[in-house]
């Protein structure tokens, strides 16, 4: 994190207005980004997205070490959805939009016929990120669409970092799994 960054959220810490604006500008589309990867429906983004910004806005002055600042703030956006899912208590969903390249993904937009392939497999990869248990669903999406290291997710799922590795992996296999007889040989 670069000086004027951290400059800019000490700012924002100490009441200013603009900072703060300018803080909640440089951080919307990832923080949106994050709860997408966990909700499909835009109201239930929207919500989450609000109650996110608001806890930013008005918590950023207990934020000790203005450098853990996107640490500090992905365990806003996670406890933010986690009290959603009490509020609502209905089944929960994740979207997942998949780049990893061990699943050797084509290019699908070379001819028709490899975007229907396509769509498909991300059909299922979604569909397999979406019955995964909640305790791979968080660590997989922070790792993959936050690419937050081993040890902010172990920070903010409170989980040791073995424990994050081990979740992470899989979470993997199981994506893989679901999605093996699609491969390309």
């Excluded at 009441?15 to 604006?21: N, Y």
């Excluded at 956006?77 to 009290?83: A, E, N, R």
């Excluded at 993904?105 to 392939?117: A, E, G, H, M, R």
């Amino acid at each position: 994190m670069n000086r004027e960054y951290i400059s800019l959220i000490s700012k924002a810490q100490k009441g200013d207005q603009k900072a703060m604006i300018d803080l909640i500008r440089k951080e919307e589309n990832n923080i949106y980004s994050t709860i997408y990867y966990l909700k499909k429906s835009d109201d239930e983004i929207n919500d989450i997205m609000q109650d996110v910004l608001i806890k930013l806005s008005t918590k950023i002055t207990q934020l000790k070490n203005p450098k853990l600042f996107k640490s500090w703030l992905n365990q806003i956006i996670i406890h933010s959805y986690y009290d959603y899912l009490r509020k609502n208590k209905k089944q929960t969903h994740i979207s997942f939009k998949n780049d990893d390249k061990e699943l050797d993904i084509i290019d699908y937009k070379s001819n028709p016929q490899d975007s229907v392939l396509y769509n498909e497999l991300d059909r299922i990869v979604k569909k397999s990120i979406e019955n995964l248990p909640m305790h791979y669903k968080i660590p997989i999406t922070l790792r993959e669409v936050q690419g937050l290291s081993y040890s902010d997710i172990s920070n903010i799922t409170q989980t040791s970092i073995g424990t994050v590795k081990s979740r992470i992996a899989r979470a993997r296999n199981i994506v893989q799994d679901s999605v093996k007889k699609y491969k390309r040989d």
